[in-house]
């Protein structure tokens, strides 16, 4: 606030002898004085205006606080009653109790204003393919006397043999049988989408038998010399049976089970513990079978293999014994100079060694079965003269090659044909 200058009031004495020049500068003084007293006056009225304003908002503030505090005050007195209620009547019958217990009285929640509720969207079902009751059963059947290094191979399609699932259903071929099953591949050149592609096939072999059809596995190829014929133990091999899906949770003891795998437990990661002849022995095994009411076609062979190893390179041929005449036999590979003139005798004498022990086992296989028919019991044979056998490839998919130009019902040369393929 602005202050007006004092000035001395003059005397009378000098009040007589003013000049108009000084009348005229108080009277401009007077004016600035009642200029600033306005401003001063215009200057509170505004001041106090505002402090109104100011005032009159904080009251309508209060009185909004207060009207939003009086439901919660009423609903926290609303609470503090119940529980008071609850406390009184539960207070019989905790003092009934053993080892009472304190209560602690919760405390009064100060409630808010309600909140929409946001429904939890539950996630969508998951539905699983429910597996069918036999489905990986040719996945559990060894595949005698595959290399190792195919097994991959032979996985690699998603292979279905729905085929021999529905053998075994009703009016299927193995249904209600009791059945031997036994794998084994067969590498052809088949199309698929579009290609020419050499595939690994799986096959099953199923036998319908009342016993094992045998407990024995033969070792043969064409780089080996002589056959063997190993009990399967030997090999890590045995029949076991097959628990279909819906008994997995059930005791194998108790089950009565009508289907049995040849199954191997040697495991390939032992394998680099082996020796290469060990191994090796496990990709030349063939499923042995002797059916000593049938014929042996080998019985009458008159041919044998030969490898005469004095040469470079060695002499491979087959020479039979009714059709050639050795003396001519062994001057044709003089004349195509395959073998040296001075070996001719050693060769003739090799030759004959492998005919005399091929007569020999055709003489032993024929009195061994012989002797068999004469053991034999009337049920033994009835039940291999209804053996039968039953070949499976996989039935065609969009995911897996088209096998069905090359089944053949050739087995190997133990088990001769399959009486049916599927």
């Given amino acids: 606030m602005r202050k007006g200058t004092k000035r001395k009031a003059p005397s ?51 009185t909004e606080e207060n009207n939003k505090s009086e439901p919660s005050t009423k609903l926290a007195e609303e609470e503090n009653e119940e529980k008071e209620k609850d406390e009184q009547s539960t207070k019989p019958v905790e003092e009934k109790k053993k080892g009472k217990e304190k209560v602690e009285p ?63 259903e009703e009016g299927g071929e193995l249904h209600g049988k009791k059945v031997y099953l036994f794998g084994c591949t067969e590498p052809q050149f088949v199309s698929f989408q579009g290609q020419q592609k050499l595939v690994v096939i799986p096959v099953v072999v199923a036998v319908v038998s009342p016993f094992p059809p045998s407990d024995k596995i033969g070792i043969t190829s064409v780089q080996r010399e002589s056959e063997e014929i190993l009990p399967m133990k030997q090999m890590k091999m045995d029949w076991v049976p097959y628990i279909p899906f819906a008994n997995r949770d059930s005791q194998v003891e108790r089950l009565k089970s009508q289907i049995f795998i040849l199954a191997c437990t ?46 470079e390179p060695p002499i491979v041929c087959e020479f039979d014994w009714e059709l050639d005449e050795l003396e001519e036999f062994t001057d044709k590979f003089i004349e195509e100079d395959q073998l040296p003139a001075d070996k001719k005798d050693a060769f003739k004498e090799f030759v004959k060694e492998k005919v005399r022990e091929a007569k020999k086992a055709n003489r032993e296989a024929r009195e061994a079965r012989r002797k068999a028919i004469e053991e034999m019991s009337d049920e033994t044979k009835a039940a291999l003269e209804s053996m039968k056998f039953y070949k499976f490839y996989p039935v065609t998919t969009p995911d897996s090659p088209d096998v069905s130009s090359v089944k053949a019902p050739f087995i190997n040369r133990y088990y001769g044909k399959a009486h049916k393929v599927l």
């Fill in 106 to 168: 919760s405390k009064a929640v100060k409630r808010r204003g309600k909140r929409a509720r946001i429904t939890k969207q539950e996630d969508e079902p998951e539905y699983f393919e429910e597996k069918r009751n036999l489905e990986d059963l040719w996945k559990q059947v060894f595949p005698v006397g595959t290399e190792w290094e195919q097994l991959d191979l032979v996985y690699q399609y998603k292979w279905s043999f729905q085929n021999l699932e529905d053998a075994f």
């Fill in 266 to 311: 040697q495991r390939r990661a032992g394998l680099k513990h082996l020796k290469i002849d060990r191994v090796k022995k496990f990709e030349y095994c063939l499923p042995y079978f002797y059916q000593p009411l049938r014929e042996d076609e080998f019985e009458n062979k008159t041919d044998v293999d030969i490898l005469f190893p004095d040469t």
């Fill in 12 to 62: 009378r004495k000098d009040g007589a002898a003013k000049s108009k020049p000084e009348e005229a500068e108080n009277e401009a003084s007077k004016a600035t004085v009642e200029e600033n007293n306005k401003e001063e006056v215009v200057e509170k009225s505004q001041s106090a205006a505002a402090a109104a304003e100011e005032e009159e908002s904080s009251k309508v503030e209060q």
